[in-house]
Nanobody
Framework: QVRLVESGGDLVQSGGSLRLSCATS????????IGWFRQAPGKERELVAC????????YYTGSVRGRFTISRDNVLNAALLQMNNLRPEDTARYYC?????????????????WGRGTQVTVSS
C-alpha cells in the first residue's frame, strides 16, 4: 500500500520558518519525482517545488524561489520542504505528491500518489 504522509505544518508569524516532511512508503522512492503543492481556499492547487527522481532537477514557483528549499533523503524515503521568510500569502494546505518518471511535472494530474496534506498558516 502506497502512503505519503506530510507533517510539520503549523501557525507561524510572518518572517518565520517551517520545515515540512513527507514520509513515503510502498513506492520505490528513488524512481519517483516528489512535488510539494499547496492549495488555499478558493484557489487552485499549485506546484510549489519539485525534486526529480534522479535529484538532478529542481523546480520552484517564482513566489517561493530563494525562500523555500526542497530536499530528499533517498535512504529514509522522505522529502523535506524548508520554508523561510514565510509570508501570509503562503498560507495554504501543503501536499506532497509522487510521480513515477523523470523531471518535474507542473500539473497536479500528472502525479500518481498524494498525501492528505498539512496546514500552514502565516499570520501578519
Amino acid at each position: 500500500q502506497v502512503r505519503l504522509v506530510e507533517s510539520g505544518g503549523d501557525l507561524v508569524q510572518s518572517g518565520g520558518s517551517l520545515r515540512l516532511s513527507c514520509a513515503t512508503s510502498g513506492i520505490d522512492y528513488q524512481y519517483y519525482s516528489i512535488g510539494w503543492f499547496r492549495q488555499a481556499p478558493g484557489k487552485e492547487r499549485e506546484l510549489v517545488a519539485c525534486s526529480s527522481s534522479a535529484g538532478g532537477q529542481t523546480y520552484y514557483t517564482g513566489s517561493v524561489r530563494g525562500r523555500f528549499t526542497i530536499s530528499r533523503d533517498n535512504v529514509l524515503n522522505a522529502a523535506l520542504l524548508q520554508m523561510n521568510n514565510l509570508r501570509p500569502e503562503d498560507t495554504a494546505r501543503y501536499y506532497c505528491a509522487a510521480d513515477l518518471g523523470h523531471g518535474c511535472p507542473l500539473t497536479a494530474t500528472d502525479y500518481d500518489y498524494w498525501g492528505r496534506g498539512t496546514q500552514v498558516t502565516v499570520s501578519s
